[in-house]
């Protein structure tokens, strides 16, 4: 089994990724959630993370709330795009388990500090800030680490905040380049990849079809992401952004990835959270991650389908 910790700001498609990692209890061995402020604030996204487990019956695994703003600039909140909880038009509830009494970082530092080396996968589906924070505090922690999943970027798609930056280097473009600059094996999905997983109608039917609390919550915020998608861009099927990090953990052979090196802009007014991903070798550096250029959306779909009809 593959030890995995998810950092994330739920976040409709965060929900989603939460939800397949729950579901895969052969295959990770989920050491736990952290959030961080992104798509909305700290306290919502760590309620909704604790929501989402709460409905996948997975109260084995614990949640830590982490940092409360990006490094360096202002937060920069979805809500626009993720509703005004976070989580569409699903009703928000006091889940009956809460977060931990230690901060993700904290979390994130002991954990990886006490790992045998090369052992904790990490994903992170929102902004980087959590591991950018640990890092700062123990560099020696990426010893711990064996990869690290990125849900963001972009480069031949553009941005989906700006016309270059995708939002979750955007939001903090300090953290991801400090976590780009760590000695460790990082796969980037950026919006290359994830912008063709697209949710048909039919994949929310069958989500719907599953019969379960968790197949009709994922159902509903496709339909939401959806309208959103409508309603901002003019497409009518959204894109599946954050779980592709998981269903990669999963089955890396429902993408197809290059070597690159990746740079972060963090400096220019118009280009802030550009991801500069070069392939040619010698033009920027030596290779520091592998970049997912495509995606077998309807594999995707269907092993998300598989996994959470087991929730």
Known sequence: MRKLILDCDPGVDDATALFLAFAARSELD???VTTVAGNVGIEKTTRNACMIREIAGRADVPVYSGCVQPLVL?????????????????PAFAPRKGAEHIHAVD???????????????????????????????????AQGIAEIAVMGGARSEGGNITASAEYNIFADPHAAAAVIDAPVRKTFFGLDATHQVRHS??????????????GATIAELFSFSN???????????????????????????????????????TKGSL???HTQVEFRKGYSGAFNAQWAESADAAGVFALIREKVSRL
């Open 30 to 32: 989920l050491l736990g």
């Open 74 to 90: 202002r937060p920069e909140k979805a809500e626009a795009f993720h509703g005004a909880e976070g989580l569409g038009d699903m």
């Open 107 to 141: 979390f994130l530092v002991r954990t990886l500090q006490n790992a045998a080396p090369g052992s904790v996968t990490i994903a992170i589906t929102g902004p980087c800030t959590n591991l950018a924070a640990a890092l700062a505090m123990d560099a020696g922690i």
């Open 201 to 214: 109608e039919a994949e929310v039917a069958a989500f719907r079809g599953l019969g379960s609390r968790a």
């Open 227 to 265: 309208r959103m998608e409508m309603q901002w861009n003019g497409l009518a099927h959204a894109p599946l952004h954050d779980p592709c990090t998981i269903a990669y953990l999963l089955n890396p052979n429902l993408f197809l990835f290059r070597d690159c090196h990746i740079a972060v802009e």
């Open 271 to 273: 280009t802030m959270g």
